[in-house]
C-alpha cells in the first residue's frame, strides 16, 4: 500500500474513512474548498474574502492508549510530517500520557477605589447567595449542563477591589459564558456597593494545567547521524540551554507552539486566547523539559490550553467540527491532552532533527516546493522543479528559470 504521505489528498481521506476515522459525510466537508457565504460573512465584519491554510493530519498520536488523528491547519511545510515522526517514536515507547485539570475559566469584576476597611468583603459575603442566583440567571441552559458559576472570592489588588468568578464552562472555551456571567455579576454587586464596576471581563490567564509525559527507549530514536544515547544525551542538553538561554527558549516553545496552534486553529479554536494563556503561564521559560532518567530520555511539558469542544466559531465552522470527530475529541480534557501531546512530540521532532541532521535537510526539501509553487508551477511541475533546487540555487529566479525550461521542453 503507498505510504499515506505519498498519497493524494483523496487517498488519504478514503484511507481514514476504511480506518474508521472519518466518515464520509465528513470526506466530504474537508474537499470542499471554502466556507458558506453565509457563514463567512457572519463571522467576520467588512468580509471581502476567505483565508485557505492546508489541513494536514498528525497521524496516530496515541495519548493514555487511545489512538487519534489530528486535524492541523498550518502553512509551514514541515510541521504535520514532524508531528507524524514525534508520535511515531512516541508510539514506539507506548505513546503519550498526560492528564487536565478540570476545566474553568476565571472572571473578574473589578471595582476602583473602595476603601480597603472589609465592608466591601461584608456585603459580598452577605449576599453571596444572591449574587449566585443572578449568575444562574444570566445562564439558566450553563446550569443545566452542570456548568455555571462554582466559586467567587474577593481579593484585593492594590486600590482594586476584585470578584473572581470561577466559572465552570463544560464543552465550551467558556469566554461568552463567563462575560455574560460576569457583567451580570457586575450589575448586582454595582448596585450592592453603590458604585459602578470599572470593568467584568474574564481574564486569559489560565491556573489549570495540562500535562504530558513521554519516556523514551534511546534505541528508539537513534538517527542516521547519530547512535539512540548520544541523540538522547544531546536532547537533554537542548532541554538544559532552553533552561538557561532566553533566546534559545523562544525558539523551543516556537517549535511546541508549531504543533498545538495547528491543531487549536483546525478545530475552531480561539489561537489568540490560547497563546495568551501560554505566554502568561511560562513568563519566558520552556514549556517542556527532557531529562536523561536512568538509561530513558523523559520528556514532560506542563502549560494551560483554554479550548472547547462546543461553542463560538467551532460550531459555525463545519471543517472544526469535522476535525473534531476526526480526533474523537468529545470532551475539553480529551483536545486538551491531545494538544499538549502533540506540542510535546512536535517538540521532541524538533530537538531529534536538531541534535542529528539540523532541521534545513527536512525543510529545504519541503521549502523547495513552496518556491516551485510561488514560481507558478502546478501538478506534477512542482515536484519536478522542487527536484532541481538544489542548496545552491533554492531561490525563486531559479525556481521561475527551471518552470520556463521544463515548460519550454514540454
Ligand atoms: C521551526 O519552525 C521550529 C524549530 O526551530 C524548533 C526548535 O528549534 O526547537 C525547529
Redesign the pocket.
Same mark, same amino acid.
Given at each position: 500500500m503507498t505510504k499515506f504521505y505519498e498519497q493524494s489528498p483523496e487517498e488519504r481521506r478514503a484511507q481514514l474513512i476504511a480506518e474508521g476515522a472519518l466518515t464520509a459525510l465528513d470526506a466530504e466537508c474537508l474537499a470542499e474548498s471554502g466556507l458558506h457565504a453565509d457563514v463567512a460573512a457572519n463571522l467576520s465584519e467588512n468580509q471581502i474574502g476567505q483565508y485557505a491554510l492546508p489541513i494536514g493530519v498528525a497521524r496516530n498520536l496515541t495519548v493514555n492508549g487511545v489512538v487519534r488523528q489530528v486535524a492541523m491547519a498550518t502553512e509551514?511545510p514541515?510541521?504535520v510530517a =514532524?508531528a507524524s515522526n514525534g508520535a511515531r517514536l512516541a508510539n514506539l515507547n507506548g505513546g503519550v500520557k498526560a492528564s487536565a485539570e478540570p476545566h474553568r475559566v476565571t472572571a473578574e469584576v473589578v471595582f476602583d477605589g473602595l476603601a480597603n476597611d472589609g465592608d466591601a468583603e461584608r456585603v459580598m459575603a452577605q449576599h453571596r447567595a444572591l449574587l449566585f442566583a443572578v449568575a444562574e440567571t444570566a445562564h439558566p441552559s450553563a446550569v443545566k449542563r452542570g456548568g455555571g458559576l462554582k466559586e467567587l472570592t474577593c481579593v484585593r489588588r492594590g486600590r482594586f477591589f476584585v470578584i473572581q468568578l470561577t466559572i465552570d464552562p463544560s464543552l465550551a472555551m467558556g469566554a461568552n459564558l463567563a462575560n455574560t456571567i460576569a457583567e451580570a455579576v457586575a450589575t448586582a454587586a454595582s448596585g450592592l456597593l453603590d458604585q459602578p464596576a470599572l470593568v467584568a471581563i474574564l481574564t486569559n490567564g489560565s491556573s489549570e494545567l495540562v500535562r504530558a509525559e513521554v519516556t523514551l527507549s534511546p534505541a528508539t530514536i537513534a538517527t542516521k547521524a547519530g547512535n539512540g544515547a548520544a541523540i538522547a544525551a544531546k536532547i537533554a542538553a #537542548?532541554s538544559d540551554l @532552553?533552561q538557561s538561554d532566553p533566546l534559545?527558549v523562544a525558539? $523551543?516553545n516556537?517549535? &511546541?507552539m !508549531?504543533g498545538i496552534d495547528a491543531a487549536v486553529l483546525a478545530t475552531g479554536n480561539d489561537t489568540r486566547a490560547v497563546a495568551a494563556a501560554i505566554s502568561a503561564y511560562s513568563k519566558g521559560q520552556p514549556l517542556s523539559t527532557w531529562q536523561l532518567e536512568g538509561d530513558q530520555l523523559v520528556g514532560r511539558i506542563k502549560l494551560p490550553l483554554p479550548v472547547g469542544v462546543v461553542g463560538g466559531a467551532i460550531s459555525a465552522l463545519p471543517k472544526a467540527q469535522a476535525a473534531l470527530r476526526l480526533g474523537g475529541f468529545d470532551t475539553v480534557a480529551n483536545l486538551q491532552m491531545s494538544l499538549a501531546a502533540l506540542g510535546l512530540v512536535q !517538540?521532541l521532532a =524538533? #530537538?531529534r @532533527? #536538531?541534535a542529528g541532521p539540523g &532541521?534545513q535537510a527536512g $525543510?529545504m526539501a519541503l521549502q523547495a516546493r513552496a518556491l516551485a509553487m510561488a514560481a507558478g508551477a502546478t501538478g506534477t511541475e512542482i515536484e519536478a522543479v522542487a527536484a532541481k533546487l538544489t542548496p545552491k540555487v533554492r531561490d525563486l529566479a531559479s525556481a521561475r528559470q527551471l518552470l520556463n525550461e521544463l515548460r519550454g521542453k514540454q
Amino acid at each position: 500500500m503507498t505510504k499515506f504521505y505519498e498519497q493524494s489528498p483523496e487517498e488519504r481521506r478514503a484511507q481514514l474513512i476504511a480506518e474508521g476515522a472519518l466518515t464520509a459525510l465528513d470526506a466530504e466537508c474537508l474537499a470542499e474548498s471554502g466556507l458558506h457565504a453565509d457563514v463567512a460573512a457572519n463571522l467576520s465584519e467588512n468580509q471581502i474574502g476567505q483565508y485557505a491554510l492546508p489541513i494536514g493530519v498528525a497521524r496516530n498520536l496515541t495519548v493514555n492508549g487511545v489512538v487519534r488523528q489530528v486535524a492541523m491547519a498550518t502553512e509551514e511545510p514541515s510541521v504535520v510530517a =514532524a508531528a507524524s515522526n514525534g508520535a511515531r517514536l512516541a508510539n514506539l515507547n507506548g505513546g503519550v500520557k498526560a492528564s487536565a485539570e478540570p476545566h474553568r475559566v476565571t472572571a473578574e469584576v473589578v471595582f476602583d477605589g473602595l476603601a480597603n476597611d472589609g465592608d466591601a468583603e461584608r456585603v459580598m459575603a452577605q449576599h453571596r447567595a444572591l449574587l449566585f442566583a443572578v449568575a444562574e440567571t444570566a445562564h439558566p441552559s450553563a446550569v443545566k449542563r452542570g456548568g455555571g458559576l462554582k466559586e467567587l472570592t474577593c481579593v484585593r489588588r492594590g486600590r482594586f477591589f476584585v470578584i473572581q468568578l470561577t466559572i465552570d464552562p463544560s464543552l465550551a472555551m467558556g469566554a461568552n459564558l463567563a462575560n455574560t456571567i460576569a457583567e451580570a455579576v457586575a450589575t448586582a454587586a454595582s448596585g450592592l456597593l453603590d458604585q459602578p464596576a470599572l470593568v467584568a471581563i474574564l481574564t486569559n490567564g489560565s491556573s489549570e494545567l495540562v500535562r504530558a509525559e513521554v519516556t523514551l527507549s534511546p534505541a528508539t530514536i537513534a538517527t542516521k547521524a547519530g547512535n539512540g544515547a548520544a541523540i538522547a544525551a544531546k536532547i537533554a542538553a #537542548l532541554s538544559d540551554l @532552553a533552561q538557561s538561554d532566553p533566546l534559545r527558549v523562544a525558539t $523551543h516553545n516556537k517549535g &511546541i507552539m !508549531n504543533g498545538i496552534d495547528a491543531a487549536v486553529l483546525a478545530t475552531g479554536n480561539d489561537t489568540r486566547a490560547v497563546a495568551a494563556a501560554i505566554s502568561a503561564y511560562s513568563k519566558g521559560q520552556p514549556l517542556s523539559t527532557w531529562q536523561l532518567e536512568g538509561d530513558q530520555l523523559v520528556g514532560r511539558i506542563k502549560l494551560p490550553l483554554p479550548v472547547g469542544v462546543v461553542g463560538g466559531a467551532i460550531s459555525a465552522l463545519p471543517k472544526a467540527q469535522a476535525a473534531l470527530r476526526l480526533g474523537g475529541f468529545d470532551t475539553v480534557a480529551n483536545l486538551q491532552m491531545s494538544l499538549a501531546a502533540l506540542g510535546l512530540v512536535q !517538540n521532541l521532532a =524538533a #530537538l531529534r @532533527a #536538531l541534535a542529528g541532521p539540523g &532541521i534545513q535537510a527536512g $525543510h529545504m526539501a519541503l521549502q523547495a516546493r513552496a518556491l516551485a509553487m510561488a514560481a507558478g508551477a502546478t501538478g506534477t511541475e512542482i515536484e519536478a522543479v522542487a527536484a532541481k533546487l538544489t542548496p545552491k540555487v533554492r531561490d525563486l529566479a531559479s525556481a521561475r528559470q527551471l518552470l520556463n525550461e521544463l515548460r519550454g521542453k514540454q
